[in-house]
């Protein structure tokens, strides 16, 4: 990488990344291009279908007993899920996706969908947010949501790479500590990330790379504020702190992904830009991650299932967020613990 003047056409990567995957989900379906462990088994919609707490009984007091019970599928594709869900639940359970990308032609009727670009600012994602009991479920989502690209330096000082979208070029930016990191970090303040560099990724050394987490923290907080109450889960390629903070990811995650395969992460909107999710950082201390071999191993959908899927497929984690009625929006800081 560059530490010199470069004269290319230089942009942060968050905001280049984010644009990129905007332009190439408006002109490609996602199944055009990869699978995903929904794709390779249903296993995973029964035992999304198995955390839908039943139906309240009639003779009970339940404040949320006159809620509409819903799954609301965020990032949901093709609604592969969703009509795998439709055998598995109640009729009475109320089925929607949101995508960025319009209705899918051959899903069933009944399955509701909101064509929104989902992010931490938007007002209602569902038309109907916090009034709602039951599930929300980001597979494969968060992976795409844009962070800053961190490089550390020889004295360990967090800078910013940014990057030619044309070509995946990189140059080294500013230090974190530096008045112009202000406006290259996506709407995230220079000491929101550093906070967060030193509590979910701290420096290990030189050349060393992160994806700061934050802005995936702070689209997870607005997406458990969909449900009154039930369940938020989130299923993904994750990493741990403590892995990360062994030097594990240190050549960070970023990638590209075009017609089923890895390929240079160029953020032009030419093909899928992705990396793995701190999920831990995501969490509330109310939330468990684990592996999805533990999830689906240990519940009722059995272990063979699994032993046939391509090993990638297998090795997400689940972050299974309680949702606890009338939330009130967390400041920053509490975001930012474990
Ligand atoms: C990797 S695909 C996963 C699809 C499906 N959940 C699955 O696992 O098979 C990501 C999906 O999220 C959608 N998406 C990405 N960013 C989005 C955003 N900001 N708002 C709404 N949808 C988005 C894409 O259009 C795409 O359908």
Redesign the pocket.
């Known amino acids: 990488m560059s530490d010199a003047l470069s004269t290319l056409p230089l942009r942060t990567w968050v905001d280049a990344w984010n644009d990129a995957?905007?332009t190439f989900?408006t002109h490609h379906?996602?199944?055009q291009h990869?699978r995903?462990?929904?794709?390779a088994s249903a296993a995973i919609a029964r035992r999304i279908a198995a955390l839908l707490a039943p139906a309240p009984e009639h003779s009970r007091p339940a404040t949320d007993s006159s809620l509409p019970r819903c799954i609301v599928?965020?990032?949901?594709?093709?609604g592969?899920?969703l009509t795998q869900l439709a055998a598995l639940v109640d009729d009475e359970v109320t089925l929607m996706g949101?995508?960025?990308?319009p209705r899918p032609d051959d899903l069933p009727a009944a399955i509701l969908w909101r064509q929104?670009?989902?992010?931490r600012d938007v007002e209602d994602i569902t038309g109907m947010d916090g009034r709602i009991t039951g599930l929300v479920i980001a597979?494969?989502?968060l992976?795409?949501?844009a962070c800053p690209v961190i490089e550390l330096d020889d004295d360990l000082r967090p800078r910013i790479v940014q990057v030619e979208a044309a070509t995946g070029a990189e140059v080294l930016g500013p230090d974190l500590a530096d008045p112009a990191a202000e406006a290259l970090l996506g709407g995230i303040s220079p000491s929101q990330a550093r906070a967060w560099l030193d509590r979910w990724w701290p420096a290990t050394k030189p050349l060393a790379r992160r994806e700061v987490g934050l802005p995936r923290d702070l689209l997870w907080r607005r997406l458990t504020r969909i449900l009154a109450s039930g369940h938020a889960i989130a299923i993904d390629y994750a990493h741990r702190l403590d892995d990360r903070r062994s030097g594990l990811w240190d050549g960070g995650t970023v990638k590209g992904f075009v017609d089923g395969a890895p390929c240079r992460p160029r953020p032009d909107g030419s093909v899928?830009i992705?990396s793995h999710v701190a999920l831990d950082s995501c969490a509330s201390p109310h939330a468990t991650v684990r592996s999805q071999f533990d999830v689906l191993s240990t519940s009722a959908v059995g272990s063979r299932s699994l032993a046939s899927w391509p090993p990638d497929l297998g090795s997400f984690d689940w972050l299974i967020e309680p949702c606890t009625p009338a939330p009130a929006t967390p400041a920053l800081s509490e975001t930012m613990v474990g």
């Open positions: 995957n905007h989900y379906a996602p199944e990869f995903t462990s929904i794709d599928d965020i990032g949901s594709g093709s592969a899920l949101v995508d960025v990308r929104v670009r989902v992010t597979h494969e989502f992976d795409d949501v899928n992705t």
